[in-house]
């Protein structure tokens, strides 16, 4: 299973920013896909996740809101799309893959393969 990670940039705060997650080698439609995020010399944190299959999702509490989780199965993608962005959201931003049928939860244990990262910088 390969996860890629795009869309990350430098922007203003109160910005908008899309991140892409493009699965590949996942032989079923059952699968998980969690966001995470590692801001410099802090510990990574859940975002959100979402089951591709049921599209449902889940979402960190204070970034409930702000932050949403969408796919697109055709193009095995799943999107964070991000609002209002502030400055404390500056992270590396990670998807990771569940590959076990089940819903999605916000515990990095549970996710077997990781993507590279994608910076995202929001200055004021």
């Known amino acids: 299973v390969q996860l890629v990670e795009s869309g990350g940039l430098s922007m203003q705060a109160g910005g908008s920013l899309r991140l892409s997650c493009v699965v590949s080698?996942?032989?079923?439609?059952?699968?998980?896909i969690g966001w995470f995020r590692r801001a410099s010399g802090k510990d990574r944190e859940p975002v959100g996740c979402?089951?591709?299959?049921?599209?449902?999702?889940m979402y960190a509490d204070a970034l409930l809101g702000r932050f949403t989780i969408s796919n697109d199965n055709a193009k095995k993608t799943v999107y964070l799309q991000m609002n209002d962005l502030k400055t404390e959201d500056t992270a590396a931003y990670y998807c990771?893959?569940?590959?076990?049928?089940?819903?999605?939860?916000?515990?990095?244990?549970?996710?077997?393969?990781w993507g590279q990262g994608t910076p995202v910088t929001v200055s004021s």
């Open positions: 990771a893959a569940d590959h076990i049928p089940r819903h999605c939860i916000l515990r990095a244990t549970r996710y077997q393969s």
């Open positions: 080698g996942v032989t079923h439609d059952d699968y998980s």
């Open positions: 979402i089951n591709v299959l049921e599209g449902r999702t």
